[in-house]
């Protein structure tokens, strides 16, 4: 980490980091590229000739693989033989530049390479090193592969997902981006205590541990209430009426948090005081039992509604509320746009849109960085380390770099 950006307010909060990962997926791609939105220089480690496979996943974004565009902007590209005896070299005097080391290799893989965390925090005490995996580095499940769906069906994700008729997984890939999160609190988390004492660390991320820890309330009612949570579709296992209700033209979700909100739903939404009355609403716990029944009275009383106006008075009363988008209806919503929340970013193939991060400094403006076409940055990140022109070619022609 340099000291050059020192007492600058204004500048990016990991100006001076530099990151080296060898990640493919999800779940490392999207913590480094947080980091990357942060100010870190990102070195992505790719596979010579195919890259990380997400590149492949689909040809979405103008030709660009949709996963790809979203977790890996504002990174470098190196492309590199890594199990070639020249390739393993490079790579160990790029880590030993770095303040930070990020893998997602399969389970063992770091290990060979010798880029496991004791070898490379021998070298380089101060290295933040963060091996990613499915189940952790012990355990009856250690060895096995896991993917996103694979995890949240193990942890029971799916199990409290979906409709009382059907498990269904999350539509996104919720075990991947919980660990990825997790990989931005232990980078910056360690970074920090670094500063104060000088030492780096090892962080083992596991997708099972993060998708379990997200899983807490649930978990909690079957261990200590001994029932498993229904799956409810759209509604919620502790609250009602918290569904989506139809409307004349369409329908809305309702979500009604207390029993202020019951009343102000019924007296001031629905304007039906008979409804207060109703010995099997009156509290939550009792809407809850009678959670059919109460979703059929409300939704009775929405239908006369048009969508806009039961919209505009459930805002008016203080009733939580929302539209049911789809993807398009994200893309064109007033919230991001009003809020200039869209930027353009360079892929090999032209510009696109994409959002700001969430993480919304009053001070400076977060990276948004290109979309790195495979090898781009192959040789600005090699020629620093002392690789001449003429190497550069001769490992281009070995096939150990692209």
């Known amino acids: 980490m340099h000291d050059d950006v020192a007492g600058d307010a204004s500048a990016l909060p990991l100006d001076g980091v530099r990151v080296v990962a060898m990640e493919q997926a999800v779940a490392a791609p999207l913590g480094t590229r947080h980091l990357a939105d942060l100010g870190a220089e990102v070195i992505k480690v790719e596979r010579v000739g195919e890259g990380d496979f997400a590149r492949s996943y689909d040809t979405a974004v103008n030709g660009v693989g949709s996963h790809f565009v979203w977790l890996n902007r504002g990174k470098k590209s190196l492309a590199l033989d890594v199990k070639s005896s020249r390739g393993a070299r490079l790579l160990a005097d790029l880590v030993d530049t770095a303040d930070v080391f990020v893998q997602n290799l399969a389970p063992g893989a770091a290990a060979r390479l010798g880029l496991d965390a004791d070898t490379l925090r021998g070298r380089n005490p101060r290295l933040v090193t963060v091996d990613v995996s499915g189940y952790g580095e012990s355990g009856p499940h250690a060895g096995r592969k896991a993917y996103d769906m694979l995890v949240q069906a193990e ?164 009733v939580a509320a929302a539209q049911v988008n789809d993807m398009a209806g994200l893309v064109a919503h007033p919230q991001l746009s009003e809020r200039d929340r869209w930027r353009e970013v360079r892929t090999e193939r032209g510009p696109i849109r994409a959002l700001l991060p969430p993480m919304t400094y009053r001070d400076v403006e977060l990276v948004m960085g290109d979309v790195p076409a495979l090898g781009q940055h192959t040789d600005e990140t090699l020629v620093p380390l002392g690789v001449t022109e003429d190497e550069l070619d001769d490992l281009r022609a070995a096939g150990v770099i692209q």
């Not at 579709?233 to 209700?245: E, K, N, R, T």
């Not at 139809?246 to 207390?258: A, E, K, M, W, Y």
């Not at 059929?296 to 009363?317: N, Q, W, Y």
């Open 155 to 318: 942890t029971g994700l799916v199990s409290i997902t979906g409709t009382p008729e059907q498990a269904v997984k999350t539509g996104i890939p919720t075990a991947d981006i919980a660990a990825g999160m997790y990989i931005v609190t232990s980078v910056l988390s360690a970074l920090l205590r670094r500063e104060r004492t000088g030492a780096g660390a090892g962080v083992d991320v596991a997708m099972f541990d993060a998708t379990a820890e997200w899983l807490g309330h649930p978990m909690y009612v079957a261990m200590y209430a001994g029932r498993q949570l229904p799956r409810l579709g759209m509604s919620h296992a502790a609250i009602a009426p918290y569904d989506v209700y139809p409307t004349r033209d369409g329908q809305v979700l309702i979500g009604v948090q207390n029993d202020r909100g019951w009343q102000a739903l019924c007296r001031d939404v629905l304007g039906d005081e008979a409804l207060l009355d109703d010995p099997r609403f009156t509290t939550n716990v009792l809407r809850v039992e009678h959670r059919g029944a109460c979703d059929a009275e409300v939704g009775v009383r929405t239908a006369v509604f048009d969508t806009a106006v039961l919209e505009r008075r459930l805002v008016d009363a203080g």
